[in-house]
């Protein structure tokens, strides 16, 4: 199977540590998103990158978080400084690029971070 | 204010009847449109894309969009057991090709 695939599905900090994922799209998909889900509501978006481009960042994200996709491939994401109020299920998902339209976004099975 | 409504539900439907979700959403510029399905503990996983006015099936499920009247629905035919799950909706955002507004979803439950 070639789905998304994230790493790693777990991971449980102590405040105030530094913690970082990472998401291998699909190999033909330029488009790479992260989202943020807490219990009860739907992905909260993050970030965007077209390929190795980061095009859009969320006006309500913390400068504590930080994304690369450096290669155009896999991408990280990093917090630092971890909160108990960063605790949610991060998601990736990829996409082709339409030039018009939005296209399908298909998601990893999500790292799950707890902040202790 | 961008927004996707749906009922959180849960929605109770016998094993083999129909179950019908709906989802509003108050940007008219909006174009494509998405059902998702959630397992407890998992990650969306799409069901349904819709572009376009009127009905699109695929197998035992079919969207539904009214651009006009602002709503998109989702219909499981023959439900069973393995479809009680949560439903998301999302919906573009205006003059966005990537960014996506999702509702809060709504809780099916099938009851043998």
């Known amino acids: 199977d070639t789905g998304v695939s994230q790493d790693p599905r777990h991971k449980i900090t102590k405040r105030g540590q530094n913690v970082t994922f990472r998401c291998d799209p699909i190999?033909?998909?330029?488009?790479l998103y992260w989202y943020r889900q807490t219990l009860g509501q739907g992905p909260e978006f993050l970030t965007y990158?077209?390929?190795?481009?980061?095009?859009?960042k969320s006006r309500l994200l913390s400068d504590r978080f930080s994304a690369e996709r450096p290669k155009g491939s896999f991408s990280t994401l990093e917090i630092q400084r971890t909160e108990q109020g960063d605790s949610a299920m991060y998601l990736c998902?990829?996409?082709?690029?339409?030039?018009?339209?939005?296209?399908?976004?298909?998601f990893g099975p999500g790292t799950r971070l707890t902040v202790l | 204010q961008k927004e996707v409504e749906q009922n959180s539900g849960p929605l109770s439907v016998p094993e083999g009847a129909i179950a019908s979700l709906n989802c509003t959403y108050s940007?008219?510029?909006?174009?494509?449109f998405f059902w998702y399905r959630q397992y407890s503990g998992k990650s969306p996983e799409l069901i349904m894309s819709?572009?376009s006015n009127g009905d699109k099936e695929d197998g035992r499920f079919t969207a539904q969009l009214n651009k006009a009247s602002q709503y998109v629905s989702l219909l499981i035919r023959d439900s069973q057991p393995s479809d009680s799950a949560t439903y998301l909706c999302?919906?573009?955002?205006?003059?966005?090709?990537?960014?996506?507004?999702w509702g809060a979803g709504t809780k099916l439950i099938i009851k043998p």
């Open positions: 819709i572009y």
């Open positions: 940007d008219r510029g909006s174009q494509s």
């Open positions: 999302a919906v573009n955002l205006r003059d966005s090709n990537y960014q996506l507004i």
């Open positions: 190999s033909e998909h330029n488009r």
């Open positions: 990158f077209q390929n190795e481009a980061q095009l859009e």
């Open positions: 998902a990829s996409s082709l690029g339409f030039w018009t339209g939005v296209p399908e976004q298909f």
